[in-house]
């Protein structure tokens, strides 16, 4: 049995939150063997002006204080996002916040952005090669008494060493945090945010792209309302999507009544059909990251069928074990191959209207 193999088995002998502790603490060890994937350039991607090497990376959620984003790239991943970071430090909601649904693939979590805020990531990421491709997501502070400020004030943080930023404003687990979806808190945040960007970015001769990350769990008038909002504001991009509050389709019926976002294989059609609806609204140019249930080569695919330019995922690794990016990664060149394609950018929206065209 291979060493991911037993490592995955190993983990699951203990309770959710402490097994994701102890994968990180594998992974900071170097416990975790890195993968030899050759470069394939069918796979490069050039999105918001940064070089993607593939485009497959991990979501934040998994590496909420910044301690191996870069063991996450070896593992196969293009790129990597920390976070959620507060400018403060939280703990997060009381245990027990996460919980594995194994007959679905899936994982509920109540989390509630428990990190070790602003100061503790920076000294870490400070550590990190300029090279490596790491995004960093921001959010507020649960208590804050100004949300938008905690999310200027990341920006300000974390400038000089992030390559790319994504505002979270779509966690179900921070009570009234979804309310910045609507198109005038949007409105103000965007605002808010990009100005603190370009401020940045005068100062350091460098332009930092910002994805905006949303929930699935949106209508079709609040799609409207985030696409006019993120044209409007000449947002680089948006990340589709976060987790649901939806239980549609779950085998196990007993911890689906748990309270939090569900995440993993039963939210891809979902996150799949909001992506291509918010594709067809903000038409070509604008890029858009896919995530929810990726758990293959071709789910990956599908994505970029229906949209996206990239893609992200956390929860089926949970799953499938630390060999799931690099089995994507060469999964997608297989399909380049099968498909006869000079770059996986070629079937990007080829089944926008198929999955746009479902219901929500």
């Known amino acids: 049995m291979a060493f991911a193999d037993l490592a995955r088995k190993g983990l699951f002998l203990f309770d959710p939150e402490t097994a994701h502790g102890l994968s990180i603490a594998a992974l900071r060890s170097g416990l975790m063997p890195a993968c030899s994937l050759q470069a394939d350039p069918r796979l490069r991607q050039t999105i918001a002006g940064l070089d993607f090497a593939n485009p497959l990376g991990m979501a934040a ?44 693939d899936a994982v509920i979590n109540r989390l509630g952005f428990n990190n070790e805020g602003h100061a503790a990531a920076l000294q870490r990421l400070n550590a990190c090669s300029r090279q490596s491709l790491i995004g960093v997501n921001i959010g507020a502070n649960k208590d804050s008494e100004d949300r938008i400020a905690d999310y200027a004030a990341g920006i300000g943080t974390f400038y ?24 005038d808190s949007l409105a103000t945040l965007l605002s808010a945010v990009l100005a603190a960007r370009d401020e940045q970015s005068a100062r350091a001769g460098r332009r930092v792209p910002v994805f905006l990350k949303i929930a699935p769990d949106l209508t079709e008038e609040g799609l409207d309302d985030i696409a006019e909002v993120a044209l409007a504001h000449h947002l680089d991009g948006l990340i589709v999507s976060n987790t649901t509050l939806s239980r549609d389709g779950l085998t196990d019926r007993t911890q689906a009544s748990e309270a939090g976002g569900l995440s993993g294989k039963p939210l891809f059609a979902k996150s799949t059909i909001v992506l291509a609806k918010m594709r ?15 758990n293959s080569a071709e789910t990956a695919a599908e994505k970029i069928r229906a949209g996206a330019d990239l893609v992200q995922l956390y929860s089926c690794m949970v799953y499938a074990g630390p060999g799931l990016p690099a089995a994507i990664v060469r999964g997608l060149s297989q399909i380049c191959d099968r498909e006869r394609l000079a770059s996986i950018r070629d079937i990007r929206g080829t089944r926008t209207d198929d999955w746009a065209d479902r219901s929500i």
């Open 280 to 294: 067809r609204r903000v038409g070509a140019a604008l890029p858009i990251i896919g995530v929810g249930g990726v």
């Open 61 to 104: 959620g998994y590496d909420k204080n910044a301690e191996v984003p870069e063991a996450l790239i070896r593992l196969g991943f293009g790129f990597a996002e920390i976070g959620t970071v507060t400018p403060r430090p939280q703990s997060g909601n009381p245990k027990p916040r996460i919980f594995r649904l194994t007959a679905d």
């Open 160 to 183: 000089d060493v992030a390559r790319y930023f994504t505002a979270n404003i779509s966690s179900p687990n921070t009570p009234g945090l979804r309310d910045l979806q609507a198109r």
